[in-house]
């Protein structure tokens, strides 16, 4: 009894210790001088601020409602300065990271669930959305959507929290401007399990439910009666219809991709490439994968998601590419785990040639990390046109 007692202690502690060491690393990354990295605000970020300092403003523009809330009650407070402001953004960037590791765990192991999650939390693409006071991290709520068509088909699923989980994921990406085009269809498509679902539950939970969802989305509707135009705007269609810059984002999105990014200071490092030579790897590793299991719903899902985002960015631009970005690290991650299977089927019973590829594969992982901790952190706030529209004082 006591050595199982021991062992139990033992192997608890052991993973506790992995927990925090894992935590205290995702905390350090999304927090680390989340207010001091920039010496002021940047134009977008008080615009951010203003629309969300009063509830009539919340209330006439309900777009990102979640963020504006939060920051609303931040304010309330009076805590408006940059760090409170942009810890909104790492929060939301939080919970985008938790979600992706559990479909990614879920689909494939926890190592292969590590890795991934290091790479999508330690992209630059991912830090400069979720390290700044706007409410843009939103547009990866789509992992959420991902993770609630995975959730409701997974038989093992506890049902009333998922059920229940999945109806706030879906009200809050009901206010992401866009993911409308997503929702509605998925919601039509998956008709049938979503009434199952939502028939399963008790009538009382049912009745509450119901209730929640009417009153999370009257400000939508409120809005939609009082400034009809914002209908346009919740559906992500631009003011104005240029066939020219159309065709010019069409081209530039595997330009941005593999070669250089926008020249968007505010969002981004000079003309770096958004992602480092690992992940364009991977992601062509991870689109052979997509490919050999196209017919599965969740793959369709992931390649539904990326194009709706690169149809977004076509007719609005480089930042709507966000609704993609969490989809896109799900096929690099997929690349990974293929490559780390074909090393084990290479070398099925060698355990030393095992740890090799894992730690091969680990190691460089860490550098693509390291490259792009190193290009926000250091490279980007030093730059001349960063500190020039990063200076307005709160």
């Keep these: 009894m006591s050595k199982h007692l021991s062992k139990l202690v033992g192997d608890y502690w052991r993973q506790a210790l992995v927990f925090v060491l894992i935590a205290g690393f995702v905390v350090m990354v999304l927090w680390y001088q989340l ?42 407070l009076g ?33 292969v669930a590590l890795l991934g999650g290091a790479l999508f939390l330690c992209s630059a693409w991912f830090l400069h959305f979720a390290r700044l006071g706007t409410p843009e ?146 992601a062509v590793l991870g689109l052979f994968v997509l490919n050999y299991y196209r017919l599965l719903d969740r793959v369709r899902a992931v390649i539904i998601i990326i194009l709706l985002g690169f149809v977004l960015a076509i007719f609005n631009g480089w930042i709507a590419l966000a609704v993609a970005m969490p989809l896109m690290f799900v096929v690099i991650t997929a690349g990974v785990a293929l490559f780390l299977q074909q090393w084990f089927t290479v070398f099925p019973r060698n355990p030393l040639a095992r740890i090799v590829g894992v730690s091969i594969v680990s190691f460089v992982v860490a550098l693509a990390c390291t490259y792009n901790l190193r290009s926000y952190f250091i490279a980007w706030p030093r730059t001349p046109a960063t500190k020039a529209v990063f200076n307005k004082s709160p």
């Design 137 to 282: 991290i939103m547009y990866a709520t789509t992992i959420g959507l991902l993770w609630v068509g995975v959730r409701l088909k997974s038989v093992n699923a506890p049902r009333i929290r998922t059920i229940l989980a999945s109806i706030v994921i879906l009200g809050c990406s009901l206010y992401v401007p866009g993911l409308a085009w997503l929702i509605i269809p998925m919601l039509v498509w998956q008709r049938k399990v979503v009434l199952s679902e939502l028939a399963s539950i008790p009538r009382g939970l049912a009745a509450l439910t119901v209730v929640s969802v009417m009153i999370g989305l009257a400000p939508l509707v409120y809005s939609f009666v009082l400034n009809p135009i914002l209908i346009r705007d919740w559906l992500y269609i631009p003011s104005r219809f240029n066939i020219g810059l159309f065709w010019s984002n069409l081209w530039h999105i595997p330009v941005w991709i593999a070669l250089r990014g926008p020249a968007l200071p505010v969002y981004w490092l000079g003309r770096t490439p958004m992602f480092d030579v690992f992940s364009l790897v991977m």
């Design 35 to 76: 207010g001091t990295l920039v010496p002021g605000f940047s134009s977008p970020e008080l615009a951010a601020r203003a629309n969300a300092n009063s509830f009539r403003k919340i209330l006439e523009n309900p777009l990102f409602l979640p963020h504006k809330l939060m920051q609303y009650a931040l304010i309330s």
């Design 79 to 111: 805590h408006s300065g940059a760090f409170w402001m942009r810890t909104v953004s790492a929060l939301w960037g939080l919970a985008v990271i938790v979600v992706f590791f559990d479909i990614i765990r879920n689909w494939y192991s926890r190592r």
